[in-house]
């Protein structure tokens, strides 16, 4: 099929996502209670989700239905286009066929509303008024306010102050939808009031502005919290992508080398990736999937696989996960979406498996890949996307130097249209470059009193 861009109807948005789980050679260990070190069960999580989110986050069911209304707002941006990015693949002068899923064609510009229109919808069966969460670069807020203006539902966003300040057009997209929108850290919680006693000036990061949202979200009737990446059922709700992308390629007649997403808490990565990684683990049919991480913060390629907290005061679960410790405060890179501090647990699982890859590019790398990609094929990334592409160039150029003709796969997870300022900084030569240091790694995770994992 010799074609631009392959397209698939309605009809042919997937009735299924699709659980990992039920194919990984070794499961995912199970969270902890963070007082008492012992398994918890999903009574704990109860306050946080509703019922139907907490069967999905424990499944090990293979195929899970989509709801309809779920899937008669998806039709509003899905099925999105796979397109080849020929351009890019004449700069590079490779024989490797390259493809993007683009998921900025979504109403919020991102990947971030397959899984915030699920978690709205099963919120609002269970009764919840209003939902509180933590945003990064301001995407998955964006897309839970939109969702949640949908169903008819408050959203209470926390976002990472570094961002706050510097995307402020993502702050008014979220307002736009209804939500309310908090720099994070802030005084509305006893979380946030404790981190700024203690660094008046902090950028912030996930950690914490996880922390400030579930403290709200316990402490208020009738609300819930949710999580945009990292959980289980988050990642079960991306693969949304990687079904679709799966038939558009059969469309092409290919299947792909090489899968390439960016990496934060896994929902990109896994959206794109666990599809494909399915014929791995079933058939046995090899297939590359690597994960591109900031090496700001480089979890996956230097972090420790131990038992760790998901926010910065101890708020969660212990999650087995990669980790470069919950009290690590990232550099205030532009790709917001990505300074976490660990991965899901079942990236993680993958990843000491040796399954699945990581690989971790600086600041000023990804923005050169995010302007030679806008400059051929004429999308500006969003930060996070930059990632994936130089990750691309990277493996093309690899292709051209070994005459192999792989198609290789990315998940265009958003444009950058609210990154302007970003890019201008880059086309000045102003960027700041950052690389957290090995002595920096070694502090945070020297603070770390969780349980280790073994073997």
């Known amino acids: 099929m010799d074609t631009k861009k392959i397209l698939l109807p309605e009809s042919e948005i997937p009735r299924q996502w699709y659980n990992i789980v039920a194919d990984m050679p070794t499961k995912p260990l199970p969270p902890l209670h963070p007082g008492t070190h012992e398994p918890i069960g999903p009574d704990m999580l109860a306050p946080l989700f509703?019922?139907?989110?907490?069967?999905?986050?424990v499944s090990q069911e293979r195929w899970?239905?989509?709801?309809?209304?779920?899937?008669?707002?998806?039709?509003?941006?899905?099925?999105?286009?796979?397109?080849?990015?020929?351009?890019?693949?004449?700069?590079?002068?490779?024989?490797?066929r390259i493809y993007y899923k683009y998921e900025g064609v979504s109403p919020a510009g991102s990947h971030k509303p397959n899984t915030a229109v699920p978690q709205a919808y099963y919120n609002k069966l269970a009764g919840t008024t209003k939902i509180t969460t933590e945003t990064g670069a301001g995407q998955w807020g964006s897309a839970l306010s939109f969702a949640c203006q949908h169903f008819g539902l408050a959203c209470e966003v926390y976002m990472v102050r570094a961002s706050y300040d510097g995307k402020p057009y993502r702050k008014i997209m979220m307002n736009t939808w209804g939500a309310d929108v908090y720099p994070s850290p802030s005084i509305r919680t006893a979380a946030g009031r404790g981190i700024l006693a203690a660094h008046p000036n902090s950028p912030g990061s996930l950690g914490m502005a996880i922390s400030e949202a579930v403290e709200m979200a316990v402490h208020e009737e009738h609300t819930k919290y949710a999580l945009g990446s990292v959980l289980n059922h988050v990642l079960l709700h991306q693969t949304i992508i990687g079904l679709e992308t799966e038939k558009q390629l059969e469309m092409a007649g290919h299947f792909p080398d090489v899968i390439v997403a960016p990496f934060g808490g896994g929902s990109n990565f896994a959206g794109l990736g666990f599809p494909f990684l399915r014929h791995h683990l079933a058939e046995g049919k090899k297939v590359r999937c690597i994960a591109a991480e900031p090496t700001s913060c480089p979890k996956l390629t230097r972090g420790v696989f131990r038992y760790d907290l998901g926010d910065a005061v101890g708020m969660t679960p212990l999650l087995p996960m990669y980790t470069l410790g919950h009290n690590f405060v990232p550099a205030p890179i532009h790709a917001g979406g990505l300074r976490y501090h660990g991965a899901g647990a079942i990236v993680s699982q993958l990843l000491h498996d040796g399954l699945i890859e990581a690989q971790a590019h600086d600041q000023l790398t990804c923005f050169a890949a995010g302007v030679q990609f806008a400059r051929a094929e004429g999308i500006i990334p969003a930060p996070e996307a930059n990632h994936a592409i130089a990750t691309v160039i990277k493996e093309a150029q690899r292709c051209k130097e070994e005459g192999?003709?792989?198609?290789?796969?990315?998940?265009?997870?958003?444009h950058g249209h609210f990154d302007m300022a970003a890019y201008e900084q880059y086309l000045a030569g102003n960027l700041v470059e950052h690389e957290v240091t090995q002595r920096e790694i070694n502090q945070s995770l020297a603070l770390l009193t969780t349980p280790l994992i073994n073997g």
């Open 404 to 414: 192999r003709a792989e198609t290789i796969v990315f998940n265009l997870c958003g």
């Open 64 to 96: 899970i239905d989509i709801p309809e209304e779920v899937r008669d707002i998806y039709r509003i941006w899905r099925p999105t286009p796979l397109i080849r990015a020929t351009g890019l693949e004449k700069l590079l002068d490779t024989p490797a």
């Open 50 to 57: 509703p019922p139907a989110l907490i069967e999905q986050e």
